[in-house]
């Protein structure tokens, strides 16, 4: 992880219990635990070729990409490019710099790399335990902590590409008693005093020279990594001491990301569409919420139960098998009861049991979808372990600890049927229960005491039933097909008959069994998730749930602060408690402002009722490009234009302001509702249907779609400018009806044409 002023921070396996080196949740000061710094040798200028933590003063140029980060800068006579990147193969961090001299003399640079110890979750609590060790033989400084639970046995090092001109593992001698990372006092005098001594203040600090003709150009590199014992670490280390191996890890990177984001192109009529839809969403997905599990707001480390199932639906037309392993995972951390463990850690799989009430139908429904896409029916039959503890008391709403597995191991298709009963649960309308949150997780106090209901958690099990019926009648199994469609209906009916208010949907019912999100409610009396579901589930009278919608539309869409809310008005005096939502300032996060997760179901709910021109609209509105096209919008929204942001506040003083970048979940919702539900492009088993809910002003699209080693060239044209229908699919020559394109991995390039327009008798 890195930000724009060079700070840093690097892990292995877990963001937050195995940090190599230090995170910091500080926007104002951004510390960092890496620097490489550059000295001349004649001069004693010392300065860092990025902006923090001794830039010269002078302008740098950030370019940050998928799979990198490039920091080109020109100082001292100096021209300065620093490239980050990890290897796609090996738990390896490679830091190159290249100079070039402008200078019309010779010149010496030493250029000393810094790194801040942790492996653990902070520097203070792991410094006393820390190993540090020098291995003469391979130039490397190694460094373990033995006293890590699970990560002792792993040996992080640090290398350089060429041979060492001086070195330490001591932090005070490299920073100097109350030094700083602006000037450490180690740079202000020759050499350094290879200190290897442990139960100290660690760090490997690695120092070069580099001679450069005029205009003369050179490169060297640091590699920083971590094994899983030292003679995986020492293997590495042997491996990338090769610069020609290094070099070609570069381009392997690239080769990387690029054949997975090119999997799906598309081609728009809007530019900042296709740069979302063809890169920045679904790298956002897969780098930060599947891999890294961690951001500059939040540094989790853990597998959450509903977030990254989630997020491995947008990978369903790129890369099934994430998907297929996450769900897998995530039944791995499901109780005998059926409930799940909110979050986990890996390895050790240590996380909360909690009373949430919708955590736990997430496996069923992200499994349906799965089928649905690849009809790998199989899955069903894979064998999983559950969890074993002690059920919560009542009273208890959660607990931590590390839960042993059962002796005997159940089919997938068990897990998800102990989901649907443990989920199916009914309060006084009918309703399910609420527990101590269902989706918002603020929300923690409307259903604490037992007896508080959720609308929209009703929406989103009829949906799971539903779908998870239609499996069950797929596969022979009629009993539980009509069971679970029954139980849908059941549902359906309690909100149709208990939570409609006239002109929307109520968002729940407290313990005591007053409403919440109702209209007669002085605060939160509209709430979108209650609305889009009505939709997303096809569960709501037509009537009604258009009705709804528009309501969301009129009174939650800010077009001048280019916001969809979560509800209004946010909490702020009501005398009940619906939780720690309240505690937020109002118009903050999921406090009445934009969430942006939730804000993708409603541009979604638009789309499937065949409104493009407010899907689209939508669309827009949430794409963070248009956040910040010129300086006013930038100006208030101060986070990073290229990935979505997981909530905007709406009130003053900080109305349109963005925050918690990164690590959210509305990247795969925002790249699905636009793959999915706006252009129409999804994969169901051996073929591709196409729908397309656009806006009018679109004249058509183009979607180039990788089929394993086959390219199929989508075409779609729109010359009545509708927003949907499509008359007629051509495939190679060959006219289809319906909106279905079979798909061979045939390894030849084929030609679509979905021509929109009405039905041809």
């Not at 909360?352 to 919708?358: A, L, M, P």
């Not at 008005?569 to 969430?595: H, M, S, V």
């Amino acid at each position: 992880m890195v930000s724009e002023s060079g700070s840093q921070c690097t892990w292995a396996q877990n963001s937050g219990e195995n940090r190599l080196t230090p995170w910091a949740n500080d926007p104002v000061c951004d510390p960092t635990g890496e620097a490489l710094y550059l000295r001349d040798e004649e001069t004693g200028e010392v300065w860092t070729p990025t902006p923090l933590p001794a830039g010269s003063g002078k302008p740098y140029r950030v370019v940050h990409g998928a799979g990198y980060t490039r920091f080109e800068h020109n100082s001292h006579g100096l021209e300065q490019c620093l490239t980050l990147f990890s290897s796609p193969e090996d738990p390896v961090k490679i830091i190159h710099l290249k100079l070039k001299n402008n200078l019309p003399h010779t010149r010496r640079i030493t250029a000393t790399q810094y790194i801040e110890w942790v492996l653990g979750t902070t520097h203070t609590t792991n410094m006393a335990y820390i190993i540090p060790e020098y291995d003469s033989t391979l130039e490397c400084l190694l460094a373990t902590n033995p006293y890590s639970n699970e990560f002792g046995k792993r040996v992080a090092f640090l290398i350089a590409s060429r041979p060492v001109h001086g070195l330490t593992a001591d932090r005070t001698e490299f920073l100097g008693r109350g030094g700083t990372f602006t000037l450490p006092v180690a740079l202000l005098r020759l050499g350094l005093e290879t200190r290897i001594t442990p139960g100290e203040d660690p760090c490997a600090v690695l120092q070069l020279h580099m001679d450069l003709m005029p205009g003369a150009t050179d490169e060297i590199y640091f590699v920083l990594g971590q094994g899983n014992d030292k003679q995986h670490a020492l293997d590495l280390v042997k491996k990338y001491h090769d610069p020609a191996y290094v070099g070609a890890a570069y381009e392997r990177t690239h080769i990387f990301w690029d054949k997975f984001l090119n999997t799906i192109q598309v081609k728009t009529p809007d530019k900042a569409t296709d740069l979302i839809l063809n890169r920045w969403m679904i790298y956002q997905t897969l780098s930060c919420r599947i891999w890294g599990r961690t951001g500059f707001y939040q540094s989790s480390g853990a597998f959450g139960f509903r977030d990254q199932l989630q997020d491995v639906l947008a990978l369903l037309p790129i890369d099934p098998t994430i998907t297929r392993s996450q769900i897998l995972n995530a039944a791995n951390h499901q109780f005998e009861a059926g409930d799940v463990m909110h979050w986990w850690h890996p390895p050790s799989g240590r996380g909360v049991r909690t009373r949430f009430s919708d955590d736990l139908l997430w496996l069923p429904y992200v499994t349906a979808l799965y089928i649905e896409n690849t009809d790998d029916f199989k899955i069903l039959e894979e064998i999983i372990p559950f969890r074993r503890a002690p059920e919560l008391i009542d009273g208890e709403d959660e607990r931590y600890g590390e839960y042993s597995q059962t002796d005997l191991s159940f089919s997938l298709m068990d897990h998800c049927q102990r989901a649907l009963e443990k989920g199916s649960t009914y309060g006084l309308h009918g309703l399910p229960l609420m527990g101590t949150g269902d989706w918002n997780d603020g929300m923690n106090k409307v259903g604490e005491e037992g007896q508080g209901e959720s609308v929209w958690l009703a929406w989103f099990i009829s949906d799971v039933l539903n779908r998870f019926g239609s499996l069950a009648e797929q596969i022979g199994d009629l009993e539980n097909a009509h069971r679970y469609k029954s139980r849908a209906k059941k549902y359906i009916k309690a909100i149709e008959l208990s939570a409609w208010d006239g002109d929307w949907y109520r968002r729940a019912y407290y313990d005591g069994g007053e409403t919440l999100g109702s209209k007669w409610d002085d605060e939160c009396k509209i709430d979108a998730i209650a609305q889009s579901w009505s939709v997303l589930s096809s569960g709501g009278k037509t009537s009604r749930s258009h009705h709804a919608m528009k309501a969301v539309y009129d009174r939650l869409v800010q077009h001048q602060n280019r916001l969809s809310l979560l509800f209004d008005p946010p909490f702020n005096k009501t005398n009940l408690d619906p939780g720690y939502i309240k505690g937020y300032i109002p118009g903050t996060r999921e406090n009445g402002g934009q969430y942006t997760h939730a804000a993708t179901w409603t541009a979604w709910a638009f789309a499937k009722m065949g409104d493009g021109r407010r899907a689209g609209e939508l669309f827009d509105l949430l794409n963070p490009i248009y956040q910040a096209d010129t300086y006013e919008k930038a100006l208030a929204y101060r986070v990073e234009p290229y990935v979505i942001c997981a909530d905007i506040y709406s009130k003053e003083p900080f109305i349109r302001r963005g925050g918690w970048t990164w690590y959210t979940g509305s990247s795969a919702w925002m790249y699905r509702l636009g793959q999915e539900a706006i252009l129409g492009f999804q994969k169901v088993g051996s073929a591709l249907v196409m729908d397309p809910v656009i806006p009018p002003e679109w004249g058509g699209f183009e979607v180039e779609y990788k089929f394993g080693e086959t390219h199929y060239l989508i075409q779609v044209r729109n010359p009545a400018h509708i927003t949907r229908g499509i008359q007629r699919i051509e495939l190679d020559g060959h006219f289809f009806s319906g909106l279905t394109i079979p798909l061979v991995d045939d390894g030849i390039e084929h030609k679509v044409f979905v021509f929109m327009g009405k039905k041809l008798r």
